[in-house]
């Protein structure tokens, strides 16, 4: 709260009732002065004389007795009593004039203090009141910067989580990004090997026409020279390796040879996949070609691929490879 700056000085608040007790005791001291006057002047004044007459005996009535004087008249007090008396009086006046002159002079000094009391008391009382005011505002004022503060680090707060949150989503669409490149490098990996195993079946169904085509050539060869043999074993059936002109230890070779080569990380239970082989002299595969399927298809090309990357086969104990056979694969477990 602020001051307002007035024209006029700060006067105590009016008393009411000052003029009418101020009358009544002007009265009371009128009334006083008249009593103490009459009471003074009673005192000194002298009374007046009385006469009795004593009698021992009842008068004789008959006869006639002459009639006593009258009594001499008092004589009035002398003036100078009356003077005195006055002087005395107006001495008391004066001293009850002065007395309440002074009582006056008193009353207003106490006015006056009991003024300068009341406007100390207004001042501290003001003064007590406008420091409440401003311990008020301060505390007021703390509290909003306080306020302020705890807002501010709340959208500090929210725009720190935002940034987690996107920092998150990009690390996640990175992951994503990464996971889409390794799956497209994957697949391109495997875009790449199908397109060269497609390449390697192409040139090995090519290289097998031509080993057909020479091996057909040698057969005839053979055969208008009147030989009584075969030239290249049958095929034959069984569990690894089998032929006509196989020796006994010849499919424990075979197997020796393509097991190695064999991928397979799937399931390993029931299956057999058997492959016919045909074979040159020197090992060389003429071509591998699925009999009888395992039912399930990844497991058959993993089986075909294994007999494929062991060319060229191993060579009997004649020197020579078997020109047929078949291989019994069984994935490992």
């Known amino acids: 709260m602020t001051r307002k700056n007035s024209a006029y000085p700060l006067r105590p608040p009016r008393e009411r009732g000052t003029w009418r007790a101020f009358v009544l005791a002007l009265l009371m001291h009128v009334l006083l002065g008249f009593f103490l006057y009459h009471g003074i002047h009673w005192q000194n004044s002298t009374p007046a004389g009385a006469e009795a007459e004593l009698w021992t005996e009842v008068p ?14 008092v004589a009035p007090a002398p003036p100078v009593q009356n003077e005195q008396a006055d002087i ?14 002074e009582a006056q002079l008193a009353e207003q000094q106490r006015q006056k203090l009991q ?5 100390e008391a207004k001042r501290q009382q003001q003064l007590a009141q406008q420091q409440a005011e401003d311990l008020a505002a301060q505390k007021a004022a703390a509290a909003k910067q306080k306020q302020q503060q705890q807002l501010a680090d709340k959208l500090k707060q929210q725009q ?44 090995s169904k090519k290289l097998d026409e031509e080993r057909r085509a020479r091996l057909a050539q040698m057969q ?68 591998a070609t699925i009999t009888r399927a395992s039912g399930n298809g990844q497991w ?5 691929r294994a007999v494929q990357r062991s060319d060229p086969m191993p060579l009997d104990v004649n020197g020579k490879t078997p020109a047929s056979f078949t291989i019994t694969l069984r994935p490992a477990g």
Request: glycine share 10%; proline share 7%.
């Open 60 to 73: 004789d009535t008959s006869v006639p007795r002459p009639v006593p004087p009258p009594p001499a008249p």
């Open 88 to 101: 005395a009086l107006q001495e008391k006046k004066r001293r009850q004039q002065e007395a309440a002159r």
């Open 115 to 119: 003024a300068q009391q009341e406007a």
């Open 160 to 203: 720190l989580a935002e940034q987690q949150k996107q920092q998150l989503k990009q690390q996640q669409d990175e992951e994503k990004q990464a996971q889409a490149e390794a799956q497209k490098k994957i697949d391109a990996e495997k875009a790449a090997r199908a397109k060269a195993q497609a390449q390697a079946e192409a040139q």
């Open 220 to 287: 005839g060869m053979a055969g208008g020279e009147g030989s009584t043999g075969n030239g290249l074993a049958k095929s034959g059936t069984g569990s690894g390796a089998g032929g006509t002109a196989a020796s006994p230890g010849y499919a424990e070779k075979v197997q020796r040879r393509v097991r190695p080569n064999i991928v397979w990380a799937g399931d390993t239970q029931g299956l057999e996949t058997v492959v016919a082989v045909r074979c040159a002299p020197t090992g060389t595969l003429l071509s």
């Open 300 to 304: 058959d090309d993993a089986a075909l």
